[in-house]
Antibody, heavy 119, light 107 residues
Framework: EVQLVESGGGLVQPGRSLKLSCVASGFTFNNYWMTWIRQAPGKGLEWVASITNTGGSTYYPDSVKGRFTISRDNAKSTLYLQMNSLRSEDTATYYC????????????WGQGTLVTVSS | DIRMTQSPASLSASLGETVNIECLASEDIYSDLAWYQQKPGKSPQLLIYNANSLQNGVPSRFSGSGSGTQYSLKINSLQSEDVATYFCQQYNNYPLTFGSGTKLEIK
C-alpha cells in the first residue's frame, strides 16, 4: 500500500525558514516524480514544486521560485521541501503527492502538514 | 499560465439527482485533465484522469467528459457520501493549475 507521511509543519515567523519531509513507503520511490501541493485554509489547491525521479530536474511556480527548494533522498525514500523567506501567504497545509503508475494525475496524497506563518 | 475556470462555486442537490460541474481551460489542454474529490478535513482523492478515465475504486456514478478547453464532471444518483468539494486540474503544461473548486451539498 502506498503511504506518504509528511512532517515538519508548525508555526514560523515571517522571513524565517522551515523544512518539510515526506517519508514514502509501499512503492519503489526512485521510480517516480514527486510533487508538493498546498492548500491555504478554506481555499483551493496550489501546485508548489515537482522533482524528477532522479532529482536531476525541479519545477516551481513563480510564487515560490527562488524561495522554496524541493529535493529527495532516494536511499531514504524521503522527499523534502526547504522553505525560506516565508510569508504570511505561504500559510497552508502542504501535501506530498505522487502520480499514478500509468496516470499523469496525482493518485496518491499524504495527510498533509500545516505550516502557519505568523508573528 | 493556463487558467482553469470552474463552475458553479457551490451546488445544492437532492439525493438521487444528477449533478454537473464544469471546468473551462484558458487554452487547449488536450484532455490532460483530472478531477479530485475532497471531503471535509481529508486529503483530495483522484476521481477522473485524462478527462474521462475513472480511477480504480471510484464508483461508476462518477464520469468525466470534454475536450479542448471544455470539461465536465457528472455525478449520477447523488449519494450522501458525495458531499465534498470538487477540483479540476490541468497537467498539460507547467505551471500545473487547479480550478477554484465546487462545494457540493445535499438539499
Amino acid at each position: 500500500e502506498v503511504q506518504l507521511v509528511e512532517s515538519g509543519g508548525g508555526l514560523v515567523q515571517p522571513g524565517r525558514s522551515l523544512k518539510l519531509s515526506c517519508v514514502a513507503s509501499g512503492f519503489t520511490f526512485n521510480n517516480y516524480w514527486m510533487t508538493w501541493i498546498r492548500q491555504a485554509p478554506g481555499k483551493g489547491l496550489e501546485w508548489v514544486a515537482s522533482i524528477t525521479n532522479t532529482g536531476g530536474s525541479t519545477y516551481y511556480p513563480d510564487s515560490v521560485k527562488g524561495r522554496f527548494t524541493i529535493s529527495r533522498d532516494n536511499a531514504k525514500s524521503t522527499l523534502y521541501l526547504q522553505m525560506n523567506s516565508l510569508r504570511s501567504e505561504d500559510t497552508a497545509t502542504y501535501y506530498c503527492t505522487r502520480l499514478g503508475r500509468t496516470v499523469a494525475a496525482f493518485a496518491y496524497w499524504g495527510q498533509g502538514t500545516l505550516v502557519t506563518v505568523s508573528s | 499560465d493556463i487558467r482553469m475556470t470552474q463552475s458553479p462555486a457551490s451546488l445544492s442537490a437532492s439525493l438521487g439527482e444528477t449533478v454537473n460541474i464544469e471546468c473551462l481551460a484558458s487554452e487547449d489542454i488536450y484532455s490532460d485533465l483530472a478531477w479530485y474529490q475532497q471531503k471535509p478535513g481529508k486529503s483530495p482523492q483522484l476521481l477522473i484522469y485524462n478527462a474521462n478515465s475513472l480511477q480504480n475504486g471510484v464508483p461508476s456514478r462518477f464520469s468525466g467528459s470534454g475536450s479542448g478547453t471544455q470539461y465536465s464532471l457528472k455525478i449520477n444518483s447523488l449519494q450522501s457520501e458525495d458531499v465534498a468539494t470538487y477540483f479540476c486540474q490541468q497537467y498539460n503544461n507547467y505551471p500545473l493549475t487547479f480550478g477554484s473548486g465546487t462545494k457540493l451539498e445535499i438539499k
